[in-house]
């Protein structure tokens, strides 16, 4: 009972050092935010002041100082997580953050006797904020002195002596784990021995209950991560890892890294593309977590083409002919095929020099073939087109050989034209025969199984042809419609777009200005938000879940990033395509001649031990000899079998089980069905609250949960040619207990225990 008072007593003790610390950042953040505001207003009166010049200072003096405020009003809760106690180093120089630049300790920072004195604390948060002097009260998580807070072990500590992990609310700290990095040694801080608090951060960590959103692992990065979120930028990083290795957070986490080492640089933006919209929804609010908004823009595979969201999915069968690089020859044919429609004119009749002058059906297909003949974009052909349109009937007006003197001859031609191009019935034909096409014309031409099969002849058989031009001939987008839309963009060319007008603002009035500037020029804010609204490429790319891209979206994602650096994050064994191999060369050619740089995430922090074992049968049937990541922990709970008893219902049994779950843990439940059954299985577990959510196989991906329920593994693994990679996804989701629900086609045996799973 001492004992643990003594212990109790060095943790209270430890608690009220950290809270005088966090009051003291507090004090000096409510400073900052009192010059924010300072700036704010007297930004906005220089607004009053009557000058082109005055105005544009304004202008971009709040957005600088909204900006600053806003982010620290966003980070004024729970940003400060972490602190490090240093040995000192080999110099006393200091970097641009006020810390010591040193990496290795002094020579003499340790002493004979295994005593060493702390040289130096840091404490980590989501933004770095220094005092009146300048020197630090917490440290960027992204700056290089907080490196060793992620990238320090035992084995290979630096200057690290101890790693405190903060947990705090509001302005409240409630809790501290410390990891020692010299467990051999004892060192003092001000000449007090060094206390060691809990258990261990990570563990800690991993423990917490999950919700429907993403939070960061700032707190929690391990190692290897680190290496790979603090990776140079330059060229292509290829990030490989298996279910719960935390690649799509050290994705989210090397963004924010990147903006905070070379802004200027990342100006353009940075695009992160997520496999499912459900993904976004799930990681949108980590970054602005980590003090990083505005400059990333998160997008859903099935939502990367302006105008267009894809809320349908293609059976596996059309998704594989959708998917497939053969797309590529069948859309350049009905881009410049969508043109000869059953209503295009045959005729083309108009008046000059007093003569009637036509050109029949014939004619118009040979001018139309050799406007036809280049690459260009066929909605770019079309003054090419009108052109031979009027060479030709000028041709048959007689009048080229009326003058040998050329400026005569260049006068009569001229006039010709203008008489020509101008009549109504000229511009009526051009209109009807050579139309400006959208993606999504094209599209319903496709659907169209007689047309489709002309311009799909020796590419597509005559099965496949029949199921695409069925599925486009539904309204609904799918995710792979949406990548032939971007390719057909590309195909016809995107007509000009009319400048959007600039919304009336009410500062115009207050400058005095209106007679000397009619109109005002767009500000520096404006042109920034159009850009980034107008923005189709990027300075850097971030592709999540990159094994499931297929050929035909690495083409619609490679169009973003022409001239970007690249990060690359996926994991083989998950691949929902049916054809890796095709899907590589397509990624290959997106990323071009970049320099490759690999890491291998190999530690699963998401699922313990028992549930990664069975996870692991799976992945020897999908990819043999493919190694499964390696879990950190094992709660001792095995998961769970149960058969559907002959007679009962479907739905009842995953309810209860479900409802068994809620009772069990205190977060989220995720049951995963077959993408048939998606709507069904919502239908069965609408009463039973917020916590649980159902997910079509393909939409797991990415997401976890504190339980989940996977019902039928053998509906799930025979859905598509990657179904066993699917269903590896599926069972890969929980960090804590995992029930398998089995049906007749599963064949379990009497303990419940599904064919596919046994040993």
Known sequence: ????????????????????????????????????????????????????????????????????????????????????????????????????????PAEDAVRPDNTADIGETLHIGRIGVLDSDYAPLVIDWRAPAAAPFYRSTPVDPGRVVRRRVIRSKGRRVLGVEDDLMRPELRAALDGRELPVIGDGALMAALGQARSHTMRDIVSSIQAEQDLVIRAPAASVTYVEGGPGTGKTAVALHRAAYLLYQDRRRYAGGILIVSPTPLLVSYTEGVLPSLGEEGQVAIRAVGSLVDGAEATAYDEPAVARVKGSSRMVHVLRKAARGALESPEAPQLLRVVAFGRRLELEADELRRIRHNVLGGTAPVNLLR??????????????????????????????????????????????????????????????????????????????????VRRLARSLRRRELSVHDVALLDELNTLLGAPARPRKKRE????????????????REETQRERAERLAAERTEYAHVIVDEAQDLTPMQWRMVGRRGRHATWTVVGDPAQSSWSDPDEA???????????????????????????????????????????????AVRSTGVEPRFVALREGADLAETVRLEAERLLGEVDGTVGVVVAMNRRSEAAGWLAELGDRVVALGSLEAKGLEYDATVVVS???????????????????????QALTVLSGDRDMPDEAGVPDLLRD
């Open 713 to 735: 593994p053998a509906e799930i693994a025979d859905e598509s040619p990657a179904g066993l990679r699917v269903l590896y996804v599926a069972l890969t989701r929980s960090t």
């Open 504 to 519: 009336y603002d009410p500062l115009d009035q207050l400058t005095g200005l209106e007679e000397l500037m009619p109109v």
């Open 584 to 630: 590589a060369e397509a990624r290959d050619e997106a990323l071009g001649s970049r320099p490759r740089r690999r890491f291998e995430l190999t530690v699963n922090y998401r699922n313990p031990a028992e549930i990664a074992e069975l996870a692991a049968k799976i992945l020897a049937l999908a990819m043999p000899g493919k190694e499964s990541p390696r």
């Open 383 to 464: 003054p090419r087109a009108r052109r031979l349109l009027l060479d030709a009937l000028y041709a048959k007006s007689g009048a080229a050989g009326r003058h040998s003197d050329p400026e005569l001859a260049a006068e009569l031609r001229s006039s010709f034209d203008e008489d020509v191009s101008t009549e109504d019935s000229f511009l009526g034909f051009l209109d009807a025969w050579w139309p400006e096409l959208t993606p999504r014309q094209v599209l319903d031409a496709m659907a169209d199984e007689r047309r489709l099969g002309r311009w799909a002849r020796r590419i597509l058989n005559p099965g496949e």
């Open 1 to 104: 009972m001492a004992a643990q008072e003594a212990v109790d007593t060095v943790r209270d003790r430890e608690i009220g050092v950290e809270q005088e610390h966090l009051d003291q950042v507090y004090r000096r953040l409510e400073e900052k935010i009192h010059e924010a505001e300072f700036l704010m207003n007297d930004a906005a009166q220089r607004g009053q002041v009557g000058t082109p010049g005055a105005l544009a200072e304004r202008d971009a003096q709040v957005f600088r100082a909204g900006i600053h405020l806003n982010r620290l009003n966003n980070e004024f809760e729970d940003f400060l997580f972490g602190r490090i106690d240093l040995l000192y180093g080999k110099d006393g120089k200091k970097g641009p953050d006020g810390a010591y630049t040193s990496v290795e």
